[in-house]
């Protein structure tokens, strides 16, 4: 079910913000290159705040422990579990996270 967690500039370029959608915690992040990927707000591995974590076109890596996690398929590049990843968009300039 699409949920809108707050508006395109709650997220600058370059970065994440955490949100709840539906009552679930997700991380949105808004990528240098324009694109929108979202994600369980808590790394599976030891509950870093994923909101917090470094990112690029591929990855998105944990602040705590730096597992680094795959934006094509939420699997962990060090054998860790997956995140789960939700669809995200951008409509009139609310961001809407199907969860």
């Known amino acids: 079910m ?5 508006r395109m500039d709650d997220v600058p370029p370059g970065e994440g913000r955490a949100f709840v959608a539906g009552g679930v915690q997700v991380a949105v992040f808004r990528l240098r290159d324009g694109s929108l990927h979202a994600t ?12 917090d974590g470094q990112t690029d076109a591929s990855v998105l890596v944990c602040p705590l422990h730096l597992y680094a996690f795959r934006w094509s398929d939420g699997a962990c590049t060090g054998g860790a579990a997956p995140l789960r990843i939700y669809p995200v968009r951008e409509e009139s300039g609310q961001l809407v996270v199907l969860v």
Do not use: E, F, K, N
Not at 2 to 6: I, T
Not at 40 to 51: D, I, K, N, V, W
């Open 2 to 6: 699409p949920h809108v967690v707050g």
């Open 40 to 51: 369980q707000a808590a790394c599976p591995h030891s509950g870093g705040p994923l909101a």
